[in-house]
């Protein structure tokens, strides 16, 4: 079974579906609707198989390997392969894009634009998504990198809300200026790295390189995926962008875009050049904890709900950020779990504030009030949703969240301690919006508002249910994904050739001795 | 007295030169014995079937490598490759320059010589039919541009400088429309062109003083073992490359391009974009390449120099521009810088990606230049940007087609752009120009915004009352456009072959 072209089917399947939707006629928008929907759940189905079929305790840490040759002048092949950390990645796109697509079914209704467009920009979009964690051959890599922009810009510019124009222009300039970072500095690598894309070589030259030579290309990698992260301070994109764009597509955008930063850092920036990253981990140590203090101030101040949210998973990617450059075990492990946890949950939080701005026609906290007694089931998701993303015991994020702070600390403790303030601001700016939304008096002027007063949908419930019922799974037994994703954290972490001080020696306190 | 001795001269090789110099021959009794009626039909088939006919010959000769007629002409890989470039792109102008259906009589004036405004000129430019002149006076262009990249003497070159450049200035000054600018345009080109000329004639006048002959070779080997003051040398180089840097629109001489860019008649600006885009970046290669290899250390900092600055001044003027071919224009001086970080690369690889580029640049500008003639209202083409407003909203295939190109121009991979930069970019950190990679690489975020303006306002601005309607292309520019855009998707998704037959072709002879 393992022989069967994963990796590919499973990138170009999405295309299919993109194309095959944009080929239906406008009017037919419920036709269009339903096979944007069957061709995500093909998606998600092949997905399963493949988890299934992954070998956890195998010698290889990539396993379905691919490879066809594309430009062979420039040694440029069209290589796919997963290890545990893309397993999970893509299992995550494969879940996130059936809800979403479910989630957005009424979105493009009322706009005079049209649906299959849209629904055909969803699957285009995730064929880049899925391409980008399968490849694994650096060119091909930054191809994707660079055409997933395409897609979201046009579903943030033509169906986006207000300043969607000005979003999505900002989105694409930030992403491309850090894109094209990256181009010089993968030339830079494919000079030096002896004229191959291919990811397993590169990691054997780049034991080579010299030492200047390799900061300077790390940061090249590393500004590209900290502007798509976004960490602070090339943050000011996204809460543009997470606010105009659609709530389903803002889900994929922080949910499942912008873990290709994090991701890119942990399987290209650490085992490329690890001396560099070495030399730079205290700095982007520092932004991350930055991030962390300042979004969640930040999106305590926030009025708009979809900006609040994007905020939230600024401060978000910060935990990741120290979890990755802390270089231990645990760390590594809880942020590609954290990357995981948070597009359950920011995704569902983003999916649920889009109901609400659905039914109310606005965005903003002070337009809310009291809506718990009107639409009680809606707002008790909200609650869930807002209890994940603050990490409550129980749900999946908290196991992320303390993983990597335990690995922090172990190695970093000043930046543990400070992001744990972390956690009483997200307790904050969650609890409070949920206070000033759903609790207190009622707001007379959603009395007016008939689409207030229709609760959960069954497209809804089917919607909210899956993502619930994982973050409540995971929060109690993460075992199979920390599984999958350990052996890939450990292989990196040897890459970068740092020492673990072992999980034993921490619990017991003897850390160092 | 002693007898004259011709050198021996391979016919076979300078074939394709020959047929399209004679098709412009042809051409020109072609106005004097068919009536006026069918001519533009006849003068179509017969300079196309011209360039298919040098086309033919070219790949016939495609194994051809000989230096003739007393070392004038060289044939060599490079030749061959450029020469099937500008012959395709020639042909495809060529068919953007015979469409008469978008608008009644084409893009040219009935009566170059009627005073603008003056009643007659009305009443022609409503309904009487362009002139057909301008069919030969392209073949005419084409040759020279064909014998520009063979020369292998100063000499010829410059001969062949002028052969292709003056049939071009008169091309400038034919537009139907804005007659006042399109001749404006071919006087300044005119002027400006001389003034580049004559630098060029001056340069070699010094060089030969200097090496004591005009051919590339002579001067190589002089370069190596100097017998004259190298004042000489160093004068002449600079004279020379600024007359081939004016015809390539290199900062600081660029600045007839916008002008003579939104002047001429458009499909003639596609024209000029594309194939004298390759004649002079060929021209430059050749001359850089073979001849001056020797002081390579002295020049590069320079042309380096020239070259940063070509690429940060199309891309920042092209955020202030309000005109579609003016901004067209900016953009392809920033694509000139590119390529001559490619040329800078001085290998083989720079060589090839140098030519990678002009093919996949040629392709993608016909192909805009051809959408922006189909933008139009009843007083002709639509050009200011805001008259391009929420077209996506009134012809979706056609503001499809457009943005794809603008984000090859912005090289978004999956586009020709994207593998083109991709190629000269790893020449040159090859060749130690990595200063010039980082340039390139900011200059393209800058000029990322332009393309992006006019992206945002085709899809997501609203329509005005002024949006133009698009006229529906016609046959000949459908064809044009059609071939640019799968030209420009091919060379970004597969661009295997192309890069191996530029592979082949690298490789000069002397």
């Known amino acids: 079974m393992t022989d069967f072209p994963f990796l590919s089917v499973l990138t170009l399947l999405p295309l299919a579906g993109a194309i095959s939707v944009a080929c239906i006629p406008r009017a037919r928008a419920e036709l269009a609707k339903l096979v944007a929907l069957g061709w995500s759940l093909v998606v998600l189905a092949l997905s399963i198989v493949m988890w299934v079929a992954f070998t956890v305790d195998s010698q290889d840490r990539f396993q ?3 490879k066809y040759a594309w430009i062979p002048s420039w040694n440029a092949n069209f290589t796919f392969a997963a290890d545990g950390i893309a397993l999970v990645m893509l299992m995550l796109i494969a879940v996130l894009f059936p809800v979403v697509i479910l989630a957005s079914w009424h979105d493009v209704d009322q706009s005079r634009r049209s649906a299959p467009t849209y629904f055909a920009l969803l699957l285009a979009f995730e064929f880049t998504m899925i391409g980008v964690f399968a490849a694994a051959d650096i060119f091909l890599f930054y191809v994707f990198f660079e055409v997933m922009l395409i897609p979201m810009y046009f579903i943030i510019g033509s169906f986006g809300s207000g300043q969607k124009q000005y979003a999505a222009v900002k989105f694409f300039l930030y992403s491309l200026v850090g894109g094209l970072f990256m181009l010089a500095a993968m030339i830079g690598l494919w000079v030096i790295g002896g004229h191959t894309f291919d990811f397993a070589a590169l990691v054997e030259a780049g034991k080579s390189f010299d030492q200047d030579t390799a900061r300077w290309l790390f940061l090249g990698f590393f500004v590209a995926f900290a502007i798509k992260a976004p960490f602070f301070p090339f943050h000011t994109w996204l809460p543009d962008s997470g606010g105009a764009a659609p709530a389903g597509a803002a889900a994929l955008l922080v949910g499942v875009m912008d873990k290709v930063g994090t991701f890119g850092i942990l399987r290209y920036c650490l085992p490329l050049f690890p001396e560099a990253s070495r030399w730079f981990a205290p700095a982007a140590l520092v932004l991350a904890v930055v991030g962390i203090i300042y979004a969640a101030l930040l999106a305590v101040g926030q009025n708009d709900l979809k900006r609040l949210v994007s905020y939230t998973s600024i401060a978000h990617f910060g935990f990741i950020g120290i979890g990755i450059f802390a270089f231990t075990t645990q760390g590594g492990t809880g942020s590609v779990l954290y990357m995981v946890n948070h597009g359950l949950a920011t995704g569902l939080l983003f999916i649920v504030v889009g109901m609400f701005v659905a039914r109310r026609g606005s965005s903003l906290v002070s337009d809310f009030g009291g809506a718990g007694k009107l639409v009680p089931g809606l707002a008790g998701v909200l609650f869930f949703a807002g ?3 603050l990490a409550l015991p129980g749900t ?23 992001a744990t303030v972390g956690i009483v601001l997200a307790a904050a700016y969650v609890l409070w919006m949920i206070q000033r939304t759903t609790q207190g008096t009622l707001n007379p002027v959603l009395d007016e508002v008939p689409a207030m007063k229709k609760d959960l949908s069954l497209r809804e419930k089917v919607v909210v249910a899956p993502l619930i019922l994982l973050l409540l799974v995971l929060g109690f037994y993460p075992k199979p994904v920390t599984d999958v994703i350990n052996p890939a954290v450990q292989a990196t972490l040897q890459d970068v050739g740092t020492q ?14 | 007295m002693g007898e004259l001795k011709l050198p021996p001269i391979d016919y076979g090789a300078l074939a394709p030169m020959l047929i399209l110099f004679g098709v412009a021959c042809v051409g020109v009794l072609v106005e004097v014995l068919v009536p006026r009626k069918s001519r533009n039909v006849v003068q179509l088939a017969l300079t196309l079937l011209g360039v298919v006919a040098a086309f033919v010959v070219l790949v016939i000769n495609r194994d051809i490598r000989v230096v003739t007629i007393g070392g004038a002409v060289a044939i060599d890989g490079p030749t061959i490759f450029l020469q099937g470039a500008i012959l395709v792109l020639g042909a495809m102008s060529l068919l953007l320059i015979g469409e ?3 608008e009644a009589g084409g893009a040219f004036v009935a009566q170059a010589a009627v005073v603008v405004g003056s009643e007659k000129d009305n009443r022609q430019s409503v309904s009487q039919p362009g002139l057909t002149e301008v069919f030969p006076l392209t073949a005419f262009a084409l040759g020279g541009m064909l014998l520009f990249v063979a020369a292998n003497d100063l000499l010829t070159m410059f001969v062949a400088l002028e052969v292709f450049s003056l049939p071009l200035y008169l091309l400038c000054a034919l537009a139907r429309r804005r007659r006042l600018l399109s001749q404006e345009a071919a006087l300044k080109y005119f002027l400006l062109g001389s003034y580049a000329s004559a630098f060029f004639l001056f340069g070699i006048a010094l060089l030969y003083g200097f090496a004591g002959g005009v051919q590339l070779s002579v001067i190589h080997e002089a370069v190596a073992a100097p017998q004259r003051s190298e004042l000489l040398l160093y004068g002449g180089l600079a004279l020379v490359a600024i007359g081939l840097l004016f ?17 001429a008649p458009t499909p003639i600006t596609a024209f000029m974009a594309a194939c004298t885009k390759v004649a002079a970046f060929g021209a430059l290669l050749r001359v850089l390449y073979v001849a001056f290899e020797g002081v390579r250390w002295d020049f590069q900092p320079v042309l380096g120099t020239i070259a940063a600055l070509t690429m940060l ?25 590119y390529l001559m970080v490619g040329v800078l690369a001085l290998s083989e690889d720079g060589l090839s990606s140098t030519m990678f580029y002009l093919v996949a640049y040629g392709f993608a500008v016909l192909a805009a230049f051809a959408i922006v003639s189909l933008v139009r209202d009843s007083d002709g083409e639509a050009t200011h940007l805001s008259r391009w407003a929420g077209i996506g909203r009134k012809s979706p295939l056609l503001a499809g087609v457009f943005t794809f190109i603008l984000l090859a121009f912005a090289g978004i991979p999956l586009t020709s752009g994207f593998t083109a930069k991709f190629a000269v970019f790893g020449a040159a950190v090859e060749g130690g120009q990595t200063w010039l990679v980082i340039f390139g690489v900011v200059t393209s975020m800058l000029i990322a915004f332009p393309y992006l303006r006019v992206v945002v306002l085709m899809w997501l601005s609203e329509p005005g009352e002024s949006t133009p309607a698009v006229s529906i292309p016609g ?11 799968v030209v420009t998707v091919a060379l970004g998704v597969v661009p295997a072959p192309l890069i191996d037959l530029t592979r082949e072709a690298s490789q000069f002879i002397r």
Do not use: C
């Open chain 1, 64 to 66: 379905f390997h691919e």
């Open chain 1, 387 to 389: 209890l994940a993303s």
């Open chain 1, 396 to 418: 999946a994020p908290f196991v992320s969240e303390f993983l990597v702070l335990l690995g922090t600390f172990s190695t970093h403790k000043p930046y543990a301690v400070i």
């Open chain 1, 500 to 513: 673990d001080p072992t999980p034993t020696a921490v619990a017991d306190g003897k850390a160092g001795r």
């Open chain 2, 100 to 102: 008469r259906q978008v």
């Open chain 2, 247 to 263: 015809k390539s629109a290199l900062a600081p001489f660029h600045v007839w391009t916008p002008d003579v860019y939104q002047g």
């Open chain 2, 313 to 337: 001044t199309g891309a920042i003027l092209a955020v202030t521009q309000t005109d579609m071919k003016r901004l067209l224009a900016y953009s392809s001086i920033a694509n000139a810088g």
């Open chain 2, 475 to 485: 046959f000949l520019t459908s064809v044009a456009l059609g071939v640019g855009v």
